[in-house]
């Protein structure tokens, strides 16, 4: 096993840079994230700060542990451990790379890529930020159109207390909304009423992580987590992203145990798929969530609020 640090540097545009792989080096022309192989002795975080001063001449200020994937190429069998990188200091200086390209998800106009980094593109189209509906407690749908124009872009619909026609009609009407300004939309839990409404995908409580099956056949899966046996099972089942908590205590389960933020990093870590925080978090929590190893963060009341 060869451990490799992998950087996903960001602009504030959005936009992330790749780096095209020499002659003479093993895919010769492939596109790649920039980094490089952990050396004995350091942690892939170090290997990062290295890696990028030798090979872009920068030298990180931030950087976030994001998702570990592995892969077997021809010649290796390599672990990726890849970290968001917002800010840096000095200017890119390509040592190593036959071109430097920066790109887009969903719109990424150089390849060939490396064929390690397609589960890595998809997870860095997901957003940062879910919004989990509780209409029948607080009547967010009067918000939801205030939310979307604010730029919400992915919603979990989750109404457990409403009765399962009045469930669908939410459901549908959130979905209508929601395209008109391109968010993204899972049920909570069922799978055939997501596939009848067309929704983006579908989100699995944890308990249905316990019942064998496969992956169900939508284009975004999420899963509920709050052990590591439940994040290992969701990772098996090839999920886009888990959701791990509660971080925080919540009003929606009072006097339920919380991980704290140590206990949520420790979980996260090296996961392939990202994890985003939940319980009792909101949008200002977005920068500690990172620094814990989260994807993003989501919220169930935290996302409405200061929206009426």
Known sequence: MVDVAAAVLARPDGSFLLGQRAPGTFYAGYWEFPGGKVEPGETPAQALVRELHEELGIDVLRAYPWITREFVYPHAHVRLHFFRVPAWEGELRDHI?????WQRTGDVTVSPMLPANAPVLRALAL???????????????????RALAAG???IQ????ALPAAQRERFAAEVLHRARRCGARVVINGEVELALRLGADGVHLRAAQLASPGDRPGLPLVGASCHTAGELERAAALGVDYALLGAVRPTASHPGAGTLGWDAFARLAADRPMPVLAIGG???GDLETAWRHGAHGVAAIRGAWEGEG
Not at 97 to 101: E, F, I, Y
């Open 97 to 101: 790379h036959s071109a430097l390209a």
């Open 157 to 160: 619909v989750r109404e457990p």
């Open 152 to 154: 919400l872009r992915l």
């Open 281 to 283: 978090l909101g949008r």
């Open 127 to 145: 957003p940062d930020f879910m919004a989990v509906t509780c209409a029948g407690s607080i009547g967010e749908e009067r918000l939801l159109e």
